[in-house]
């Protein structure tokens, strides 16, 4: 209800102030834009930013799952790694991009890699998070039952980590999405990022916003396809409301 409130205002607005389109294209004149695309070129350009979003997310679960169990269970480790983490995940991702395009060339790799780095560190910091969170008696009593260390952790440890872990899949799918966009302004022939720069650089207004929904929507897709996951494996893991 509120977001056609919302629709309804702006288009109002547009209409009755007369802002032109190439400032604030009115919800109507961004979905004439969007229909006015052939829907074979939307297939290319949505499955180009789907494919490199997916590989550099599926990339860094596969990274950061472990990382955080091993930082979770050496305090050395720990101590060691995570300030470079840190320290990457502070470096603009923006003002690395294109370094990372002309060392790995053309291609979906140096696209995946940006979206990789967009998206890994939630993951790492949230699981190591719920994996120190568990309780220690848990622990112990574990140790005193002569389970061993990888018992510890995919028995105890990891189940109670789950809904930290979740957490973060839901808000690395955004930040996927985000870096593959980021590389696609970068180095892209193809792709919804690519499509949004190419329909503003001819002022192509309402074109471009029909581009940004399209990314909202995909956003928006893959964030609840981890919420329905978790809600058909994991359910323990979810809120008693959201269950």
Same mark, same amino acid.
């Given at each position: 209800m509120a977001?056609?409130?919302?629709?309804?205002?702006?288009?109002?607005? #547009?209409? %009755?102030?007369?802002?032109?389109?190439?400032l604030l294209p009115s919800p109507t004149s961004i979905v004439a834009a969007g229909f006015g695309v052939d829907p074979s070129v939307w297939i290319g350009h949505i499955w180009a930013t789907l494919r490199v979003a997916v590989m550099g997310y599926a990339l860094a679960i596969a990274i950061a799952i472990?990382?955080?169990?091993?930082?979770s269970m050496s305090r050395?480790?720990?101590?060691?790694?995570?300030? $470079? %983490?840190?320290?990457?995940?502070? #470096?603009?991702?923006?003002?690395?991009?294109?370094?990372?395009?002309? #060392?790995?060339?053309?291609?979906? $790799?140096? !696209?995946?890699?940006?979206?990789?780095?967009? #998206?890994?560190?939630?993951?790492?910091?949230?699981?190591?998070?719920?994996?120190?969170?568990t309780p220690e008696e848990l622990i112990e009593l574990s140790r005193s039952l002569r389970a061993g260390r990888t018992r510890e952790i995919?028995?105890?440890?990891?189940?109670?980590?789950?809904?930290?872990?979740?957490?973060?899949?839901?808000?690395s799918t955004t930040l996927a999405v985000i870096g593959t966009v980021v590389a696609e302004f970068v180095a892209a022939e193809k792709g919804l990022g690519f499509f949004i720069a190419f329909s503003t650089s001819?002022? !192509?207004?309402?074109?471009?916003?029909?581009?940004?929904?399209? %990314?909202?929507?995909?956003?928006?897709?893959?964030?609840?396809?981890?919420?329905f996951v978790q809600k058909r494996f994991a359910p323990w893991s979810l809120p008693k409301s959201e269950r």
């Open positions: 977001v056609v409130c919302v629709l309804g205002i702006w288009q109002a607005a #547009t209409w %009755l102030f007369a802002i032109p389109s190439f472990p990382l955080a169990i091993s930082l050395l480790l720990s101590r060691t790694l995570y300030p $470079m %983490l840190v320290v990457i995940q502070s #470096t603009p991702i923006v003002a690395v991009a294109p370094i990372i395009v002309v #060392t790995l060339g053309a291609g979906d $790799m140096p !696209k995946v890699v940006i979206t990789f780095l967009i #998206t890994f560190f939630p993951i790492v910091v949230s699981t190591t998070t719920g994996l120190l969170a995919f028995h105890i440890r990891l189940p109670y980590a789950l809904p930290f872990l979740f957490s973060a899949l839901k808000i001819f002022f !192509k207004i309402p074109q471009a916003f029909s581009g940004l929904v399209i %990314l909202v929507l995909l956003s928006l897709t893959l964030f609840r396809l981890v919420g």
